[in-house]
């Protein structure tokens, strides 16, 4: 059975950082592309950031872009986003998402976690 678990979120002050990490089990890891989206209150879901698994490769939002960074480790079955200089619109509740197909913006994800909620105040 799959399973994706989120973790990492909180509250945190405009300009501060947040490490979300995404424990995956019940697939091969190594042989997904990892990804994170986000959905804001009010909001429809929206891509945030992923990374394949053959080379690494990876891909953002220009939301979010020069401040988030996707990263994976295959020995822990763990996908990570590294978020700085935080800002209020950053407010969602935050979910990883894999996929055998490295998958840019689309939501068309296999399997999804349930959600870290992250709330940035000003």
């Known amino acids: 059975q799959v399973h994706l678990v989120e973790s990492g979120g909180g509250l945190m002050q405009a300009g501060g950082s947040l490490r979300l990490s995404c424990a995956a089990s019940?697939?091969?890891?190594?042989?997904?592309?990892m990804a994170w989206f986000r959905q804001g209150p009010g909001k429809e879901r929206e891509f945030v950031a992923a990374?394949?698994?053959?080379?690494?490769?990876?891909y953002y939002s220009t939301a979010v872009e020069g401040r988030f960074t996707i990263s994976r480790d295959n020995a822990k079955n763990s996908a990570y986003l590294q978020m700085n200089s935080l800002k209020p619109e950053d407010t969602a509740v935050y979910y990883c998402?894999?996929?055998?197909?490295?998958?840019?913006?689309?939501?068309?994800?296999?399997?999804w976690g349930q959600g870290t909620q992250v709330t940035v105040s000003s």
């Open positions: 998402a894999a996929d055998t197909e490295f998958l840019i913006l689309t939501p068309d994800y296999d399997y």
């Open positions: 019940g697939f091969t890891f190594s042989r997904y592309a």
């Open positions: 990374i394949n698994w053959s080379d690494d490769s990876s």
